[in-house]
């Protein structure tokens, strides 16, 4: 990706200054006739023309901005012939625009997955027509669970992308090879977002093992009175996954292929198809053996499936690789399945005395006297006695330190009545004096008429 950025730009008049487009139609126009790196180059430099750092007004630009390269995105992964390129090259600035607007782009992610959900519910009414989704809601996806974490308990985006994901699993009917391509991708992309979460999703692994049940000859009885038989509808009157012949090489499933290939096409059909989403099935479903061996009701929901993949494993032509495949995923659950009958304990009673029930009747006594203690027990009557005498004393003794308190602060205000009163009379006696000698000065007592000396 690091090589397209710096390669040498083909379109010479491409400006450095570009206002952000606002319309998917203006941005059409002006990467219209350009390389993939010169569509980025574009990009990078809108985005630099037009950096929120730069004004704050530049944050509704980015944020139209951001909405227009999101759709983009969308067009570009539904058109035909596929531009595989462009979209991993449009990752890029997405995840980073998301980080500058966190706000907006959770928002456009989770109307975007409203509008798909709503979009399903109206295709399931007519199932015929194929209600799978599309290589646009994939790529979308694909792409939400790139920019928002997947870790969180609940997240505003990510929570209702695995329940739309593990919708689409329980409620689409699988009909032909596409949908079932599309339905282990689906459950390859839940894998990847468990992975940091942890949260459980019944709906792939009841996926999963429809697809394991598709692919034998006969179902047996325990098969089709399980729950899980009924959880998924096939359309096909035969098994979709059953290998006829022999397959020596297992190619891995190239997606973006099938995704081109019509419905009729005769390779959903092959063996080599069957045995390489068989491939991608047992690797998925040994990635949530190793995500979900710590749940507690681990043997209801692997046993089962371990059962199931030793008797594929004994099939007819079923390829080595597979078989062997088979195998360890079977040993592997059941290695996991004795570890947890082995912490197991069963449930076990109480081993305690029953306790009886406590009688409250009340007691009468006839010839009751007021302040007696008629209780039979002599200890604790005199505890009570010895409890209420210490109480008794307690009340005394704050009483009489209340007097004293009270005695003690009269006296105090004696002395400070007495000192004030001294200290009066002596601020009074100097005040006289003082008065005095000013009259005796001003009246001349103190030589003031006195002549001076020649």
């Known amino acids: 990706m690091k090589s397209d950025h710096t390669q040498p730009s083909t379109q010479p008049d491409i400006p450095f200054l570009i206002d952000a487009p606002k319309s998917l139609e203006e941005f059409c126009a002006l990467v219209e006739n350009c390389s993939n790196a ?146 282990s991708f689906l459950c390859s992309m839940v894998l990847s977002v468990s992975r940091q979460s942890r949260k459980f999703c019944p709906e792939v692994i009841a996926f999963l093992r429809t697809l394991l049940v598709a692919s034998t000859d006969s179902k047996p009885t325990s098969y089709q009175e399980s729950e899980f038989h009924h959880l998924m509808e096939f359309k096909a009157l035969t098994p979709l996954l059953c290998i006829r012949d022999c397959v020596n090489n297992i190619n891995p499933l190239n997606f973006l292929m099938i995704m081109e290939l019509p419905d009729d096409s005769s390779f959903f059909s092959s063996d080599n198809f069957r045995a390489s989403v068989l491939m991608t099935v047992i690797e998925t479903l040994r990635g949530f053996v190793d995500i979900y ?73 006839e010839n009751f006297v007021k302040g007696r203690d008629y209780d039979p027990d002599r200890e604790r009557a005199e505890a009570r006695k010895l409890k209420k005498l210490i109480k008794r004393e307690a009340k005394g003794a704050a009483r009489e330190l209340r007097k004293d308190n009270y005695f003690l602060s009269q006296v105090k205000e004696k002395e400070k009545a007495m000192l004030a009163e001294e200290k009066a009379e002596k601020f009074g006696k100097a005040k006289a004096f003082l008065q005095e000698q000013e009259h005796a000065f001003k009246s001349g007592q103190l030589g003031r008429g006195r002549k001076r000396r020649k």
């Open 38 to 183: 010169d569509k980025i180059m574009v990009i990078n430099r809108i985005r630099a023309s037009n950096a929120i750092k730069l004004a704050a007004e530049n944050r509704k630009k980015m944020q139209v901005f951001y909405g227009v390269l999101l759709q983009y995105f969308a067009v570009s992964a539904n058109k035909k012939p596929l531009n595989f390129e462009l979209l991993n090259l449009l990752v890029m600035p997405l995840m980073e625009m998301s980080v500058e607007i966190p706000y907006f782009a959770a928002i456009c992610a989770r109307q975007r997955i409203l509008r798909t959900r709503t979009q399903l519910c109206e295709d399931i009414k007519n199932p015929e027509n194929g209600c799978w989704p599309s290589l646009k809601t994939l790529f979308l996806l694909k792409l939400w669970s790139m920019i928002f974490p997947c870790s969180d308990f609940r997240h505003v985006v990510m929570t209702p992308a695995i329940l739309l994901m593990c919708e689409y699993l329980m409620r689409c009917p699988v009909m032909s090879g596409r949908d079932i391509a599309i339905g």
């Open 293 to 365: 061996g710590g749940l507690n009701s681990f043997p209801e929901l692997f046993l089962p499936l371990a059962r199931l993949l030793l008797d594929l494993a004994q099939q007819e032509n079923m390829p080595a690789a597979l078989q062997e495949k088979f195998k360890d995923a079977a040993e592997v659950i059941k290695k996991k399945v004795d570890e947890h009958h082995m912490v197991r304990r069963p449930l076990q009673m109480h081993k305690k005395n029953p306790v009886p029930i406590k009688l409250l009747n009340p007691k009468f006594e």
